[in-house]
């Protein structure tokens, strides 16, 4: 990366499965959620195969059809709950802590906007000392398991001064691709997480196969 490539130039991070590898978290909880209504239990790579948003329809690609209400509600809160069982073992992505150092300094600005919970994802960014490095944290209001569109549209209002078109979103699902294009910023998508490359490239923009290459695309992207 440039010492001064990315002044003016602004990243929105993912959280879970991009800045926070968790995965090994997530496929816990998912198939403690999927034992509950009695389906086997999944490999990362089936995940990564049939991962989707909203999260109901993810599931009705395993069951073959939408889960009923009272299902859904059951199992997002089974998968809540071990969750947060699993993540307090997880740490930051590799080299994670000095891309986001590099990215301040090199005169960026950064941001948060992920799909977690906001008030878990606060004190989770605070556990690991690198809230400095952003200027918003912006995590999920209201119910889970819908897109990140119209929560990525709260996001960049809050972000005065920075414009879109310098805006750069890195996540790990195809879901930050539609966010960021309904935004009218830049996207890159990572494989580290929710999504296998195949799946990922159908978006159009570029994947990458970690955040170091990320970040040199989003530099070059928003420069």
């Given at each position: 990366?440039?010492?001064?490539?990315?002044?003016?130039?602004?990243?929105?991070?993912?959280?879970?499965?991009?800045?926070?590898?968790?995965?090994?978290?997530?496929?816990?909880?998912t198939n403690a959620a999927f034992?509950?209504?009695?389906?086997?239990?999944?490999?990362?790579?089936?995940?990564?195969?049939?991962?989707?948003?909203p999260i109901p329809r993810f599931?009705?690609?395993?069951?073959?059809?939408?889960?009923?209400?009272?299902?859904?509600?059951?199992?997002?809160?089974?998968?809540?709950?071990?969750?947060?069982?699993?993540?307090?073992?997880?740490?930051?992505?590799?080299?994670?802590?000095?891309?986001?150092?590099?990215?301040?300094?090199?005169?960026?600005?950064?941001?948060?906007?992920?799909?977690?919970?906001?008030?878990?994802?606060?004190?989770?960014?605070?556990?690991?000392?690198?809230?400095?490095?952003?200027?918003?944290?912006?995590?999920?209001?209201?119910?889970?398991?819908?897109?990140?569109?119209?929560?990525?549209?709260?996001?960049?209002?809050?972000?005065?001064?920075?414009?879109?078109?310098?805006?750069?979103?890195?996540?790990?699902?195809?879901?930050?691709?539609?966010?960021?294009?309904?935004?009218?910023?830049?996207?890159?998508?990572?494989?580290?997480?929710?999504?296998?490359?195949?799946?990922?490239?159908?978006?159009?923009?570029?994947?990458?196969?970690?955040?170091?290459?990320?970040?040199?695309?989003?530099?070059?992207?928003?420069?």
């Amino acid at each position: 990366m440039g010492k001064h490539g990315a002044r003016g130039a602004h990243i929105v991070w993912d959280w879970n499965g991009t800045l926070f590898h968790d995965i090994d978290a997530v496929m816990a909880a998912t198939n403690a959620a999927f034992a509950e209504i009695g389906l086997e239990p999944i490999s990362l790579e089936r995940y990564r195969e049939l991962y989707c948003v909203p999260i109901p329809r993810f599931y009705e690609r395993l069951m073959g059809r939408l889960p009923t209400e009272a299902e859904w509600e059951h199992m997002d809160g089974v998968f809540q709950r071990h969750y947060h069982d699993h993540h307090l073992r997880c740490r930051l992505a590799e080299g994670a802590e000095s891309l986001l150092e590099r990215w301040q300094d090199g005169g960026g600005t950064q941001s948060i906007m992920s799909m977690y919970g906001h008030e878990d994802l606060l004190p989770l960014v605070r556990t690991f000392g690198i809230e400095r490095r952003f200027v918003r944290v912006d995590g999920r209001t209201g119910p889970s398991g819908g897109s990140k569109a119209e929560h990525m549209a709260r996001h960049l209002a809050g972000l005065e001064g920075i414009p879109a078109v310098r805006t750069v979103v890195i996540g790990d699902a195809l879901d930050d691709a539609v966010a960021a294009a309904h935004v009218g910023a830049h996207a890159v998508l990572y494989t580290g997480g929710s999504h296998d490359r195949a799946g990922l490239v159908g978006a159009g923009v570029p994947v990458v196969d970690t955040l170091a290459e990320a970040v040199a695309e989003a530099e070059r992207l928003a420069g």
